[in-house]
């Protein structure tokens, strides 16, 4: 919430949105006063900010935003009364045919009969909006233009490239250099950045939306798989595998064709059938349910598994490994009874707890509701909310969590894991659904001990989100420089000359019979350029070694936090680098 100063001096909490959505028509009208035969189409808050997409002849310039940035101070001076009004569909159509707005006018065409269409005036300035705004125009204090870049109209690549314009506010100067500094300290974290110089992974035009691995990320992503492999297990749960290619039908049953076709990569076969690159991993996991007879017994049973996964992402959408083309999610589908739902959310919520803990991030829970275009009845879905109110009510305390209404799956409400960087930047990571709707349509049972067929209810979780994103998102949070248990490379052994080659490369065979990931820098170099060399490649440990290591049969120790550390037996470092993987992992 932002507290804004109005007229007469009293204040008033208003929500982030609201003043961000705001100062995006305060954007489209100083673009109008500048380029008269700009076309405005929409212009949303977001969760840092806002945009507004024009229609204009050529893309705008870095001169142009401080022009577009200095005549929005003036409109904010001005102090412009912003007003609400409404009119009848026909009228609003004529309203904007006669402002020469077509964009506009496609979207009030597309509301249905009866919509309330409104609109909000400041001076000269009409926008189509369902607010709501500001007061006035002056409200709103600090302002950033960011950066501008291409959009298509509605998100569709088959229509018209447009120039979008994104920006911040604040009612602080100060909270607007607060958030400039994070900003530049954001792009030194850039995931993709980092990925390139520690030899992680890269994106090629032949794949977009998919990354080539380099061996020290694959590395890094196979260490959290076994680590989240091994913890699965302590829990009970089972891995499997399935089918990367599905037969349309299997998505027809679940649903997905008709809610997700054009996210999918649809291929047909030598038979002439369409079958897709599956997009979840929900269908394979029913099918391994179904594939023998259940009994209350066997439940809760938990399925997981880290297939690879595809989705048709827009390419303008991508975004590193944030938003990514293939990825592997960490999916678990849990079948239960539905006395069953609150222990297992709760146990759900106690895993990521404690992995969320590992990498010392900190999480909060929010429930997502029944969307638009849900799947199902009505009364199963208002069932499956009130379980997860219930427990949400019981783990994080009655109205202690945020709801996101209509923002649930098709098939079933979710809670959303949201967790905050060492920025203060939030992020979707992991999410928890129950769903009543798939174990229908899939006519999934298990014999009670009554005797009788029962449906179970499944759960789907995952909890990191994806191993690629969660890579990009612990990239970027630790600035590459990442905790000694996951890092690609803990140790490099850098001798000062050829002499200690021998030395050296009986170093790091013991190191590798301990399980340790090391290398050696051979190079003919000076022993401070392959030091600057390790650092910046932020390796945990360097061990140097020179004549007197080699005479001693010690270790040089410098370390990537504390710098030079001193000589050390090489089995007295082994314990000190085992027993800090071991806190990490505690």
């Known amino acids: ?5 109005l007229h007469g001096g009293k204040t008033q909490e208003v929500e982030e949105k609201m003043y961000w959505h705001t100062t995006s028509h305060i954007m489209a009208q100083a673009v109008k006063r500048l380029f008269p035969e700009a076309k405005i189409t929409i212009g949303p808050a977001i969760d840092n900010g806002f945009y507004y997409d024009f229609d204009v002849e050529k893309p705008f310039s870095e001169e142009d ?19 609400r009004f409404e009119l009848p569909k026909e009228e609003a159509i004529k309203f904007m045919k006669e402002k020469d707005e077509p964009y506009k006018v496609e979207l009030i065409e597309d509301l249905p009969e009866g919509e309330v269409i409104s609109f909000y005036k400041q001076g000269e300035f009409t926008d189509l909006c369902r607010g709501p705004h500001l007061p006035t125009t002056g409200a709103v204090k600090a302002i950033k233009l960011l950066s501008s870049s291409g959009a298509y109209w509605r998100g569709d690549e088959h229509n018209k490239m447009l120039q979008r314009i994104y920006g911040i506010s604040f ?15 954001a792009k030194k974290r850039d995931h993709r950045k980092l990925g390139k110089e520690l030899e992680l992974f890269f994106f090629d035009e032949t794949a977009p939306g998919m990354a080539y691995w380099m061996p020290k990320g694959f590395k890094m992503m196979n260490v959290l798989i076994d680590f989240w492999r091994k913890e699965h297990e302590k829990r009970g749960y089972l891995e499997f595998s399935g089918p990367q290619l599905n037969s349309s039908e299997l998505w027809k049953i679940s649903g997905h064709w008709d809610h997700y076709k054009e996210d999918m990569f649809v291929l047909t076969d030598s038979d002439g059938k369409q079958q897709a690159l599956k997009p979840m991993n929900c269908p394979n996991a029913i099918k391994i349910y179904a594939s023998k007879l259940r009994s209350y017994k066997d439940l809760p049973l938990r399925l997981n598994d880290i297939d690879v996964i595809h989705r048709n992402e827009k390419s303008g959408q991508l975004n590193g490994l944030f938003r990514v083309r293939m990825f592997r999610q960490d999916d678990a589908h849990n079948f239960i009874t539905e006395d069953q739902i609150g222990t297992e959310i709760k146990d759900i919520v106690e895993i990521a707890k404690y992995l969320y803990g590992i990498f010392g991030l900190d999480f909060e829970l929010t429930l997502s509701t029944r969307p638009d275009d849900y799947m199902g009845d009505i009364e199963l879905w208002n069932k499956a ?11 994080c305390g009655k109205d202690q969590y945020r709801i996101n209404e209509g923002d649930g799956a098709f098939y079933g409400p979710k809670i959303d894991i949201k967790m905050k960087d060492c920025l203060g930047r939030e992020w979707q990571m992991g999410t928890i659904q129950v769903d009543f709707q798939l174990p229908l349509r899939f006519n999934l049972s298990y014999i009670d001990s009554d005797g009788e067929k029962k449906t179970p209810i499944l759960i789907h979780r995952a909890l990191f989100g994806s191993f690629e994103r969660f890579i990009g998102i612990i990239t970027e949070h630790f600035a590459g420089a990442f905790p000694v248990w996951v890092a690609p490379v803990q140790i490099k052994v850098l001798p000062i000359s050829d002499n200690q080659k021998e030395y050296a490369l009986s170093v790091i065979e013991k190191l590798q019979q301990e399980g340790l990931r090391v290398e050696l820098d051979d190079r003919q170099e000076k022993i401070g350029y392959k030091i600057r060399e390790a650092q910046l490649q932020k390796i945990p440990y360097m061990l140097i070694l020179g004549e007197k290591e080699v005479d001693s049969k010690t270790v040089g120790v410098r370390a990537r936090k504390e710098g030079d550390i001193g000589a050390m037996k090489i089995d007295e470092f082994i314990s000190k680098i085992k027993n800090e993987i071991k806190n990490f992992e505690k």
């Open 385 to 395: 909310e009130n379980n997860l109110k219930e427990v949400l009510d019981e783990i």
């Open 65 to 83: 935003l401080k022009l577009i940035e200095e005549e929005m101070k003036k409109i904010i001076k001005e102090d412009l009364e912003i007003e």
């Open 1 to 5: 919430m932002f507290k804004i100063k």
């Open 171 to 185: 009612p602080k100067a100060s909270q607007l250099e607060e958030y400039l500094n994070m900003i530049e300290e």
